[in-house]
């Protein structure tokens, strides 16, 4: 079947793009999740092995970075669309701990927000990792080490700026 429809602008954004070509740091890091994949543009935490994350866990979980996009994922062990579907279990993923990148956030946020990263499903949202402006009610947790440098509409896309050691 051949396409019948095109789109006269491509979106701005996506979740876990880079945000510019300035000075970035990124490691590899394995998946250690069972069974899930975890998208793109999310904090993860540490996993059990030094190079290893996951998904937050609760309030004290230790993050390691946010998940940045690639189009290293093999289509084949992904389900949905490889392009915004996360890294599966087992896969290296791209860890920012130093950048810029685009993040979906779950309310609105300005860059005079606080940034808190979800680690409960809450009345806000569900999805461990979202970025957001608020605790919703104890089930987000602040992250000093990154700042909101754009503002976004609820479930629109910022640019956080992260700076871990």
């Known amino acids: 079947m051949s396409q019948t429809s095109y789109?006269?602008?491509q979106a701005a954004a996506f979740a876990g793009m880079l945000?510019?070509?300035?000075?970035?740091?990124v490691l590899s890091y394995i998946n250690e999740e069972a069974s899930a994949n975890l998208p793109f543009g999310v904090a993860v935490a540490k996993g059990t092995a030094d190079n290893g994350f996951l998904a937050m866990v609760n309030?004290?979980?230790?993050?390691?970075?946010?998940?940045?996009?690639?189009?290293q994922v093999d289509p084949g062990r992904v389900a949905a669309s490889p392009a915004g579907a996360g890294v599966p279990?087992?896969?290296?993923?791209?860890?920012?701990?130093?950048?810029?990148?685009?993040?979906?956030?779950?309310e609105a946020?300005?860059?005079?927000?606080?940034?808190?990263v979800r680690h409960t499903a809450g009345a806000g949202g569900t999805q461990k990792g979202?970025?957001?402006?608020?605790a919703d009610t104890a089930s987000a947790v602040a992250w000093p080490a990154a700042?909101?440098?754009?503002?976004?509409?609820a479930n629109g896309y910022a640019i956080v700026e992260v700076n871990l050691p």
């Open 59 to 71: 309030g004290s979980s230790v993050i390691v970075g946010i998940l940045a996009h690639t189009h």
């Open 7 to 9: 789109s006269t602008y």
């Open 147 to 153: 700042r909101f440098l754009t503002s976004a509409g």
């Open 109 to 116: 946020v300005t860059p005079a927000s606080a940034v808190f």
């Open 19 to 25: 945000a510019d070509s300035g000075e970035i740091d």
């Open 89 to 106: 279990p087992k896969y290296l993923g791209n860890v920012l701990k130093r950048g810029r990148v685009y993040v979906q956030v779950e």
């Open 130 to 134: 979202a970025f957001r402006a608020s």
